[in-house]
Each structure stands twice: as structure tokens, then as C-alpha cells.
């Protein structure tokens, strides 16, 4: 079967586990460099990027990811993951010291603003089946600008942020803003695992 890790240094990686499983792959915590090798994808969760990227420090686990992801081993990020895969952060004031780094973009954190630290709306993503799913922003980055190897295949429908950029694909990498792992809307972990599918068959 299948099978897919979820970086379990911080973040909401249960809820990550629960929506691969219902996804139907196998869904295992990953925090050794040796679980890296074993799974087919990777999911980097939602929660605080600095606080991910210092224990990923602390527990070596930057070069091994950083090597994996270069390998081609499929990733999807989600927010806080969002922000580890982007190759350019802007983080607004307080450096990030470095990122696992995969997808073309530049990623702002904390972008939407104090105001609207979270918010919720439908939105389309190109490719995801039965698109718009419900997506749920918290204290989310958006993506500045994508570069040349990378698409944007989401974008705010409405409102002050409309057509800003929020999911990003680039072959077989994965990010979204948002948190889909929330709503129990399995439609793009459903796509991720098919990615990580025709990655592996
Ligand atoms: N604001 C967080 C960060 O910069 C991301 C928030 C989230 O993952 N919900 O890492």
C-alpha cells in the first residue's frame, strides 16, 4: 500500500494522519531521518514554520528532507508547510533561518493581516475534482510570486485579497495556504495521494 508520512516535529500533523487514512494510504508520523526514506510522500503540516524548521534543525532532519525532496519524493505542504517548500520566503520582519525549500515561489508569511488572520471561503483549485472545496486560512502565508517551474492553481475568489495566489503546484510538489486537513473535505488530500500514486507506480 501506499504510504505517507506526515513531519511530526509541530503543527496539526493528527489531523493530517486522519485525512490520509481516509484518503486510503497508510499515514505514519515522521521524525527520523530513517522514516524519511521509508514513505512514498510527505505531507509538512500546519502549525509555526520557525518552530518547525528549529527542531528540524535540532533533530538533522533539514539536509536528509532537503535531499528526499530533491530526489523527487512527492511533498505536500499545508500553511505553515506552505512556507518550508517555498525556495524565497519574505517573512515580514523576522527571518526564517532557512527552509526545506522545492517549489518556485516566494511565500509571504502572516500575509493576510492582523484583521483577518482567519478566514474561510470556497475556492477553486485547478485539477482538484468537484472543486470549489471549503478552505480554511489561519494566520496564513500567500504566495507573492510563483516563478517559471511552478503553477498557481488557486487563487482568492472575492474580497479585498481576491486573485491573491493561495495552492501552487510544481510536478510532483504540493501547497496550499489553507488548511484542508480542517474541514473534513478530503478532496485534496485525495488528489495528493493520487499524485504520490502515479509518482510511485
Ligand atoms: N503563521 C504561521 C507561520 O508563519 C503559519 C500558520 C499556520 O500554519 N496555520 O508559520
Same mark, same amino acid.
Given at each position: 500500500m501506499t504510504r505517507i508520512g506526515v513531519l511530526a516535529l509541530q503543527g496539526d500533523v493528527r489531523e493530517h494522519l486522519h485525512a490520509l487514512t481516509a484518503a486510503g494510504v497508510?499515514?505514519?508520523p515522521v521524525r527520523r531521518a530513517g522514516?524519511?526514506?521509508e514513505v512514498d510522500g510527505l505531507v509538512l503540516p500546519g502549525g509555526e514554520s520557525t518552530t518547525i524548521v528549529k527542531l528540524a534543525r535540532l533533530f538533522d532532519l533539514i539536509e536528509p528532507l532537503r535531499e528526499r525532496i530533491d530526489e523527487g519524493l512527492p511533498v505536500f505542504g499545508s500553511c505553515a508547510g506552505m512556507i518550508l517548500l517555498a525556495d524565497r520566503v519574505d517573512a515580514g520582519g523576522s527571518p526564517l533561518e532557512a527552509t526545506f525549500g522545492g517549489i518556485d515561489m516566494t511565500v509571504r508569511r502572516n500575509a493576510f493581516g492582523r484583521?483577518? #488572520?482567519?478566514f474561510e471561503e470556497d475556492l477553486e483549485? #485547478?485539477?482538484?475534482?468537484g472543486t470549489p472545496v471549503r478552505a480554511v486560512?489561519?494566520?496564513?502565508?500567500? @504566495?507573492?510570486?510563483?516563478?517559471?517551474?511552478?503553477?498557481?492553481?488557486?487563487r482568492v475568489s472575492g474580497g479585498e485579497h481576491a486573485?491573491?495566489?493561495v495552492a501552487v503546484r510544481q510536478g510532483d510538489r504540493l501547497a496550499t495556504s489553507f488548511h484542508p486537513e480542517l474541514t473534513g473535505d478530503?478532496? @485534496?488530500?485525495?488528489?495528493f495521494c #493520487?499524485? @504520490?500514486r502515479l509518482a510511485t507506480r
Open positions: 497508510e499515514a505514519q522514516e524519511i526514506a484583521q483577518v #488572520d482567519s483549485i #485547478d485539477g482538484v475534482a486560512f489561519i494566520r496564513a502565508p500567500w @504566495v507573492q510570486e510563483v516563478g517559471p517551474r511552478a503553477t498557481a492553481i488557486g486573485g491573491r495566489i478530503g478532496r @485534496v488530500h485525495a488528489y #493520487d499524485m @504520490v
